[in-house]
């Protein structure tokens, strides 16, 4: 049942603006959370068109240097929070695609034990969130998430062939921050899956930090990890 939750990862919930340069626009450095030690690096290269992105290509990299995954966005479903997807885990020898076909969405699942292909029938499609569009679900709503302190959605699971109803709710704000609580909709089902916790800047509307389930597994476990966000175009930041 965690695996449902994969992919609001870290990848993904990212509050952008502003224009594209040849160096990412946004990097988040992973850390374990029972260690401390700093995991992988994520390096974000966003392509907007009036003000929207069309496209985000995400490079996952070891401390050293040495990409292991790589996960192409691209905006062309004509649905706003359902991009069509190409993700690639070198270490795990993993291809995920994703593309929507008619009311469908289907991915093919390419790795050492399988290939196959799921098909999650979008009854709502409009008000469907899948992957990193999550940002764009977020900052579209901000206002309503501040107002109401809540927000529901369904949300496309990664290769489970499904969406399952979620909700973001306010935990706590200060130091001018937001921090926000994310999870299955179902009581019953939260049992099984660990929440998210999220933490936005109330001015700028950018996550700036990240702890949960990732896309990654590992030995047939799921990876958390603790992200942190710096954005190119801050001026205090380059």
Request: hydrophobic residues 35%; charged residues 35%; aromatic residues 12%.
């Amino acid at each position: 049942m965690r695996f449902i939750t994969a992919t609001l990862l870290a990848t993904c919930l990212l509050l952008v603006a502003g224009p594209v340069f040849a160096n990412w626009t946004i990097r988040g450095e992973a850390f374990d959370p029972d260690t401390g030690d700093l995991d992988y690096i994520e390096l974000h290269y966003l392509t907007f068109e009036d003000d929207r992105i069309v496209e985000r290509r995400v490079d996952y990299e070891r401390p050293d240097g040495e990409r292991f995954a790589r996960k192409v966005l691209r905006y062309d479903t004509g649905l706003p929070y359902v991009p069509s997807l190409d993700w690639e885990d070198l270490e795990a020898d993993t291809r995920i695609t994703g593309r929507l076909n008619g009311g469908r969405y289907e991915q093919r699942i390419l790795d050492p034990q399988r290939d196959e292909t799921e098909r999650a029938r979008l009854s709502n499609p409009e008000q469907v969130v899948f992957d990193a569009a999550f940002d764009q679900y977020i900052a579209d709503n901000f206002d309503q998430l501040l107002e109401q302190g809540r927000l529901d959605f369904d949300f496309l699971s990664l290769s489970a062939g499904r969406t399952y109803s979620f909700r973001i709710e306010e935990s706590a704000q200060e130091d001018g921050r937001l921090v926000l609580d994310v999870g299955l909709s179902s009581a019953l089902l939260r049992w099984f899956v660990d929440d998210l916790e999220l933490e936005y800047d109330l001015e700028s509307r950018r996550l700036l930090r990240f702890s949960g389930i990732t896309n990654f597994r590992r030995d047939g476990d799921l990876v958390n990890s603790d992200i942190f966000y710096e954005y190119a175009n801050d001026p205090e930041e380059r």
